[in-house]
C-alpha cells in the first residue's frame, strides 16, 4: 500500500498547529474535523484513516487542543484568552471557508475519546452549523477525572462544576445534530456507561442516532479506533452526501 503521509501537512491558524489532510482527488466543499484526545495523537500519518479519508475523497483537519477536552471552558494547555470551541467555530471555520471553501453544513465532525467528547460537544452546542458527527468512545463522563492532577483541575472549581458542562447536560432535545453516530468498544470498563447512558437518554427523548456497541478491539485506544475507522468515514460521507440533497 503506497503511504498517504506526503498528503498531510501543518498550518497555523490563530496560533494554533492544524494538520491537515489533501486527498488524491478531494471532493469540493466538504470536509472533516476531527478531533483528537488527550495524548494529542492526530490522525497525521495514520495510515488507516488516511486511506479512508483518500478513498472518499475527504480532506481533513485536525487542530492541536493540548488537554484543553474541548470545552467553551479556558484551558492554559490550549489558550488563556480563548476556548477551545471558540476557535473551532470561529477561527477555524472561517480558515475553512477561505481556504478550501468549505461552509456549514459541509464539514463533518469526528472524534476519539476526548476528542470523541469534544465533538459532541461542538454539535450539540452548534447543531445547525455542525449537523454531522460521529463520536469514537467518548469520554462523557469527564468529571471523573478531575482532582488527579491534570489541565481539567485548573478548568474547574471542583467535580461537579465539570459534571455540569458534560455532554449529556447540553443535548437538546428539540436541536440536535441531524447525523449522529456513536461507537464504543463493549470492552471500554471505564466509559461505555457513559456513552450507553447518553444513547438511552436519546432513545427515550426520540432522537434519531445510530450506534455501534457491538465491534470489540481491545477496549478504549488506537487498535479500537483505526477497527471503526471505516465504519466511522463511511458515515461522515453519506452524511455529507445526504446534507447536499435536503431541502431546506
Keep these: 500500500m503506497t503511504s498517504l503521509s506526503d498528503r498531510w501537512s501543518t498550518v497555523t491558524i490563530s496560533g494554533h498547529d492544524v494538520d491537515i489532510f489533501e486527498p488524491s482527488d478531494p471532493q469540493a466543499g466538504r470536509a472533516v474535523l476531527f478531533l483528537h484526545g488527550h495524548a494529542g495523537t492526530t490522525l497525521n500519518g495514520n495510515e488507516v484513516w488516511s486511506t479512508e ?14 488537554r484543553s477536552w474541548w470545552t467553551t471552558n479556558l484551558c492554559e494547555d490550549f489558550s488563556p484568552e480563548q476556548s477551545p470551541l471558540d ?7 472561517e480558515w475553512l471557508a477561505s481556504e478550501w471553501q468549505v461552509e456549514s453544513p459541509n464539514l463533518a465532525v469526528t472524534g476519539v475519546s476526548m476528542g470523541g467528547q469534544g465533538a459532541l460537544q461542538l454539535c450539540y452546542r452548534n447543531a445547525r452549523q455542525f449537523p454531522i458527527v460521529a463520536a469514537v468512545s467518548p469520554i462523557i463522563d469527564f468529571h471523573r477525572l478531575w ?5 481539567l483541575d485548573g478548568m474547574f472549581e471542583d467535580a461537579e462544576t465539570a459534571r455540569q458542562e458534560t455532554v449529556i447536560l447540553h443535548l437538546h432535545p428539540m436541536n440536535w445534530p441531524r447525523h449522529q453516530l456513536l461507537l464504543c468498544d463493549p470492552a471500554d470498563g471505564d466509559w461505555f456507561e457513559g456513552v450507553d447512558r447518553l444513547a438511552g437518554k436519546m432513545s427515550s427523548s426520540g432522537i434519531l442516532f445510530e450506534s455501534d456497541f457491538e465491534t470489540s478491539a481491545g477496549g478504549h485506544g488506537w487498535d479500537y479506533f483505526n477497527t471503526v475507522a471505516p465504519k466511522v468515514v463511511t458515515f461522515l460521507a453519506e452524511s455529507l452526501q445526504k446534507e447536499a440533497f435536503r431541502i431546506v
Design 53 to 66: 479519508l483518500n478513498q472518499h475523497g475527504l480532506r481533513c483537519v485536525c487542530p492541536h487542543g493540548g
Design 147 to 151: 482532582g488527579r492532577g491534570m489541565p
Design 87 to 93: 476557535f473551532l467555530s470561529n477561527d477555524l471555520t
